[in-house]
C-alpha cells in the first residue's frame, strides 16, 4: 500500500513518519481493498495547545474516506483518525459500491 505523508509548514522527524507509516498499516489489515493512503499534518495557528491536526484520507475502490483530527501532538491526532478509519472500513467491509448500466 502506498502512504504520502505532506508536513504543511514543519519538517517531519523520520520517528513521526515511521509511526504514521505504522499507523496506516492497521487500516490496510482491517481490509484489503484499501488501495493508497495519503496523510496531511498541519499545524493550527492558533493560540491553543491543540493545535496539531491530522487529515487522514483512505483511497477505496470507487471512493475515498477522509478523516480530520486535532489534538496536543501529532501522535495522539494520528491514532484517533486512525481509530475512526479503521471502524469506517470494517462497517463498509461488505458493502461493494455496485454501478448500475443503463
Same mark, same amino acid.
Given at each position: ?51 496539531? *491536526? +491530522?487529515?487522514?484520507?483512505?483511497? !477505496? ?6 478523516? $480530520?483530527?486535532?489534538?496536543?501532538? #501529532?501522535? %495522539?491526532? *494520528? +491514532?484517533?483518525?486512525?481509530?475512526? !478509519? ?6 463498509? $467491509?461488505?458493502?461493494?459500491?455496485? #454501478?448500475? %448500466?443503463?
Amino acid at each position: 500500500m502506498n502512504v504520502a505523508v505532506h508536513s504543511v509548514h514543519f519538517k517531519a522527524s523520520s520517528r513521526l513518519l515511521d509511526y504514521v507509516q505504522t499507523k496506516v498499516e492497521t487500516v490496510a489489515k482491517v481490509s484489503d481493498r484499501v488501495n493508497k493512503a495519503t496523510v496531511f499534518l498541519r499545524l493550527d495557528n492558533n493560540h491553543l495547545h491543540e493545535n496539531k *491536526i +491530522a487529515e487522514v484520507c483512505i483511497h !477505496l475502490p470507487g471512493r475515498e474516506v477522509v478523516v $480530520k483530527k486535532e489534538a496536543k501532538t #501529532f501522535e %495522539k491526532s *494520528i +491514532a484517533l483518525a486512525m481509530e475512526t !478509519l479503521r471502524r469506517i472500513v470494517k462497517r463498509n $467491509k461488505g458493502k461493494h459500491l455496485s #454501478f448500475k %448500466k443503463r
